[in-house]
C-alpha cells in the first residue's frame, strides 16, 4: 500500500481559515475522506468523496482535490474544530483501507 | 438512532488472545460492512479487516493475517474481533465502524475498546 502523508499540526486564529492537506501517489484513483477525532473520542466524518459533507455536519467544513493533493478546508475556524484530522482513502490495487498520520488543529 | 457499543477494557498477558465485541443497534446489521480499525498510543489509526455481516466474508489486512478473526452473529447484531498471539505493541484502542456504501466510509464508529497487553 501507498502513504499519505499530512503535516503534523497547522495552527490559526479564530476566524481564520485552516487548510489541511493531504498527498498520496494513489491520491488520483480514488476518493478521499477526512475524519476529526477529538481526543478521547471515536472519529467523526465530516468530508466524503474528497468534496461532500455528510448531513449534520457544519458548512464552514469543505474539501478540494488538486491531483495527487486533497485539502480539508475550515472556514472561520471555532475553538471548537481543535482536534486531530485523519485522511483516508483505499488503495486501488490492495482494496486496502490507508490513513494518513493525522493533523493536529490548533486554535490559537 | 444507529449506534455501535463496544465491550469493555481489557488487560491482557503477552501471549494471549482478546475478543473484543460490537454491538450494532438502530439499523439492519446485515446491510453494511463492519470494519476494526485500531490506534495505538499516539499513532495513526490502522485499519484491520472487515466482515460483510450479511455473507460472513472476511478480508484481514496483511499486517494482521493469521493473528485475527473477525466473526458476525446476526441473531445478536454482534460483529468480534479477535486477536491472537499479543505483544506489546498491541497496545491500543480498537474501534469498530460501519461502512456507508453511499458515502463509501465510515459514518458511525463504536466507542472504542482499550486493549493493553503488559505482565
Known amino acids: 500500500s501507498y502513504e499519505l502523508t499530512q503535516p503534523p499540526s497547522v495552527s490559526v486564529s479564530p476566524g481564520q481559515t485552516a487548510r489541511v492537506t493531504c498527498s498520496g501517489d494513489g491520491l488520483p484513483k480514488q476518493y478521499a475522506y477526512w475524519y476529526q477525532q477529538v481526543p478521547g473520542q471515536a472519529p467523526v466524518l465530516v468530508i466524503y468523496?474528497?468534496?461532500e459533507r455528510p448531513s449534520g455536519i457544519p458548512a464552514r467544513f469543505s474539501g478540494f482535490r488538486s491531483g495527487s493533493t486533497v485539502t480539508l478546508i475550515i472556514s472561520g475556524v471555532q475553538a471548537e474544530d481543535e482536534a486531530d484530522y485523519y485522511c483516508?482513502?483505499?488503495?486501488?490495487?490492495?482494496?486496502?483501507?490507508?490513513f494518513g498520520g493525522g493533523t493536529k488543529l490548533t486554535v490559537l | 438512532q444507529v449506534q455501535l457499543v463496544q465491550s469493555g477494557a481489557e488487560v491482557m498477558q503477552p501471549g494471549a488472545s482478546v475478543k473484543v465485541s460490537c454491538k450494532a443497534s438502530?439499523?439492519?446489521?446485515?446491510?453494511?460492512?463492519v470494519y476494526w480499525v485500531r490506534q495505538a498510543p499516539g499513532q495513526r489509526l490502522e485499519w484491520m479487516g472487515w466482515i460483510n455481516p450479511g455473507s460472513g466474508n472476511t478480508r484481514y489486512s496483511q499486517k494482521f493475517q493469521g493473528r485475527i478473526s473477525i466473526t458476525g452473529d446476526p441473531s445478536a447484531s454482534t460483529a468480534y474481533m479477535e486477536l491472537t498471539s499479543l505483544r506489546s505493541e498491541d497496545t491500543a484502542v480498537y474501534y469498530c465502524?460501519?461502512?456507508?456504501?453511499?458515502?463509501?466510509?465510515?459514518?458511525?464508529w463504536g466507542q472504542g475498546t482499550l486493549v493493553t497487553v503488559s505482565s
Open positions: 465502524a460501519r461502512l456507508d456504501y453511499s458515502y463509501g466510509s465510515f459514518d458511525f
Open positions: 438502530g439499523y439492519t446489521f446485515t446491510s453494511y460492512a
Open positions: 483516508q482513502s483505499v488503495d486501488s490495487t490492495s482494496n486496502d483501507v490507508i
Open positions: 468523496k474528497d468534496t
